[in-house]
């Protein structure tokens, strides 16, 4: 762990340093310090989703809580504070995780081109460059992070409206 923090520390440097760093070809790495990284970047990868599959459940089940039906078909009585508490809670929760989420993206970032860099040199691997556009990961993610934000939004105004109209 103190081996991949101090790893993680040498990757994190100011924007003079950065440009000098990316002029600068990227070593190639031991094997222990290779598998290391690899390991971090699958663990990252996969904590990002977990995080993304979360809020969407999180979303979707604060959009369809409040449309569930008793078994005779009538809707339940439900207090307007219990559905509003909710749905501000899940807002709360939705910046929490934007707030998580950025700090993982960079952190993963950080792993990635160390990583493909390793890459590149040892295996001449040649990796499809995303630096821009729609294909990147962390693009992708916040997208889908913008869009749980704006389901979650109208769904708070839709049931602040029907609410206050009973």
Known sequence: ????????SKTQITSKERQA?????PKILCKDEAN???????YRHDLIW???IRTTLAVIGSITLP???????????RPAILILGIL???????LLTFWIISAELRLFGAIKTQYRGHQKLKHELKHEEEESGFNTFKTRVNLLLILLLASAISNLMYWTIELCDK
């Open 88 to 94: 501000v809670a899940l807002l709360l929760y939705l």
């Open 21 to 25: 760093k990316d002029s600068a070809p």
């Open 50 to 52: 977990r995080h993304m």
């Open 36 to 42: 290391l990284i690899w390991d971090e970047y699958k």
């Open 67 to 77: 449309l569930t039906v008793e078994p005779s078909g009538q809707p339940p009585d």
């Open 1 to 8: 762990m103190k081996r991949f923090i101090q790893l993680l």
